[in-house]
């Protein structure tokens, strides 16, 4: 069994602890392309970057920073986490990450996701109500930009196009296309259906109680026609390292609590994070995976084989924590988590 570790990152800019002040934009991005080249040096499998268009968070157009770092890496695969597929045109999608799959001498994937906010819904001129059908529509639409290099479309939401020729082509024969849900029924049906590989945010509560959905999901796709090999599952997760598990533990915190505030303060039933509640998602049912390598190793072993899945990416780079210490725990989880965890399934 043969599993992939990564790194993922929605490039967030939200204060550093004791500073009162957080990162430009500018500056952020340029770590993030420092921060893809260690995980490349250290033998990460995949780093992937997240769509946002607000002020809190530096990446509007992850495919740049992506392609930054597509020419200063060798090994590592580069993913959007995620595009945000209902309001871009899925023709540029393909084009823009066929040209980091060249950039890259075919390490380029693409995670299409509904995403997490709406911004940019009127940034781009897209009606909120038509939500489910932009997503559904562009997702087909660029499925069909990857099997046939003319595309002939009938549009609803998206352009009508007749037999034009989209370029460059992927240099992988099989592009890989990943579909993000943050553990929507429905969703997982209609990935499992198409025999997409799926990501799943597992990013409160217990994490393993995404074993069901990944039951369903492995069902339909099989029984649509699909294989175990195409039906793969990935689960990505906020998590923090450092030599010392306690002081992990301490410092993960701060950068926590002001970016799930900071973002739950937007959403309904929203709760503010005590310290209580913090330690409880960092514990053994939690979906953290902070403290030192030995604990987050034994932590993500525990959730692949619960989960059975494919690919695991820790939400390590935050926006509130120096950039020094990113690329320390960055080393950490290249050169002591990665190994202990490859090694468990092999």
Same mark, same amino acid.
């Given at each position: #069994?043969? %599993?992939?570790?990564?790194?993922?990152?929605?490039?967030?800019?939200?204060?550093?602890?004791?500073?009162?002040?957080?990162?430009?934009?500018?500056?952020?991005?340029?770590?993030?392309?420092?921060?893809?080249?260690?995980?490349?040096?250290?033998?990460?499998?995949?780093?992937?970057?997240?769509?946002?268009?607000?002020?809190?968070?530096?990446?509007?157009?992850?495919?740049?920073?992506?392609?930054?770092?597509?020419?200063?890496?060798?090994? %590592?695969?580069?993913?959007?986490?995620?595009?945000i597929l209902s309001s871009i045109d899925p023709i540029r999608v393909y084009q823009q990450y066929a040209s980091i799959d060249?950039?890259?001498?075919?390490?380029?994937? %693409?995670?299409?996701?509904?995403?997490?906010?709406?911004?940019?819904?009127?940034?781009?001129?897209?009606?909120?109500?038509?939500?489910?059908?932009?997503?559904?529509?562009?997702?087909? #639409?660029?499925?069909?930009?990857?099997?046939?290099?003319?595309?002939?479309?009938?549009?609803?939401?998206?352009?009508?196009?007749?037999?034009?020729?989209?370029?460059?082509?992927?240099?992988?024969?099989?592009?890989?296309?990943?579909?993000?849900?943050?553990?929507?029924?429905?969703?997982?049906?209609?990935?499992?259906?198409?025999?997409?590989?799926?990501?799943?945010?597992?990013?409160? *509560?217990?994490?393993?109680?995404?074993?069901?959905?990944?039951?369903?999901?492995?069902?339909?796709?099989?029984?649509?026609?699909?294989?175990?090999?195409?039906?793969?599952?990935?689960?990505?997760?906020?998590?923090?390292?450092?030599?010392?598990?306690?002081?992990?533990?301490?410092?993960?915190?701060?950068?926590?609590?002001?970016?799930?505030?900071?973002?739950?303060?937007?959403?309904?039933?929203?709760?503010? #994070?005590?310290?209580?509640?913090?330690?409880?998602?960092?514990?053994?049912?939690?979906?953290?995976?902070? *403290?030192?390598?030995?604990?987050?190793?034994?932590?993500?072993?525990?959730?692949?084989?619960?989960?059975?899945?494919?690919?695991? #990416?820790?939400?390590?780079?935050? *926006?509130?924590?120096?950039?020094?210490?990113?690329?320390?725990?960055?080393?950490?989880?290249?050169?002591?988590?990665?190994?202990?965890?490859?090694?468990?399934?092999?």
């Amino acid at each position: #069994m043969v %599993i992939e570790l990564g790194i993922s990152t929605f490039g967030e800019t939200t204060p550093l602890e004791k500073k009162g002040y957080a990162l430009s934009h500018a500056e952020r991005i340029r770590n993030m392309v420092a921060e893809i080249e260690l995980a490349d040096q250290v033998g990460l499998d995949i780093y992937a970057i997240g769509e946002h268009h607000r002020e809190d968070f530096a990446v509007s157009a992850p495919e740049i920073v992506l392609a930054a770092g597509a020419v200063k890496t060798r090994q %590592i695969r580069l993913s959007s986490a995620v595009t945000i597929l209902s309001s871009i045109d899925p023709i540029r999608v393909y084009q823009q990450y066929a040209s980091i799959d060249a950039l890259s001498q075919g390490r380029a994937e %693409i995670m299409a996701g509904r995403g997490s906010f709406v911004e940019s819904f009127p940034l781009f001129g897209y009606d909120l109500a038509d939500y489910e059908e932009l997503f559904e529509e562009k997702l087909a #639409m660029l499925l069909k930009i990857k099997e046939k290099e003319y595309l002939s479309w009938q549009g609803k939401h998206t352009q009508t196009v007749l037999e034009r020729p989209v370029y460059p082509r992927a240099v992988q024969k099989d592009f890989p296309i990943w579909v993000a849900t943050g553990g929507n029924l429905d969703s997982t049906v209609k990935i499992a259906e198409k025999g997409l590989p799926i990501t799943y945010a597992a990013i409160g *509560g217990n994490p393993k109680s995404f074993a069901g959905l990944v039951s369903i999901y492995k069902k339909i796709g099989q029984r649509s026609g699909y294989s175990l090999e195409q039906l793969k599952v990935a689960a990505h997760s906020w998590g923090w390292l450092s030599e010392d598990h306690e002081q992990a533990i301490k410092d993960y915190y701060y950068p926590t609590k002001i970016i799930t505030d900071h973002i739950g303060r937007d959403r309904p039933h929203w709760q503010e #994070m005590t310290y209580d509640s913090y330690l409880e998602a960092v514990g053994p049912e939690g979906a953290i995976f902070a *403290g030192d390598p030995d604990h987050v190793a034994e932590k993500i072993i525990n959730l692949v084989k619960e989960l059975q899945l494919n690919r695991f #990416m820790l939400h390590l780079p935050v *926006g509130s924590m120096p950039h020094e210490e990113t690329l320390k725990a960055i080393k950490l989880y290249g050169e002591k988590v990665a190994p202990k965890v490859r090694a468990y399934f092999q």
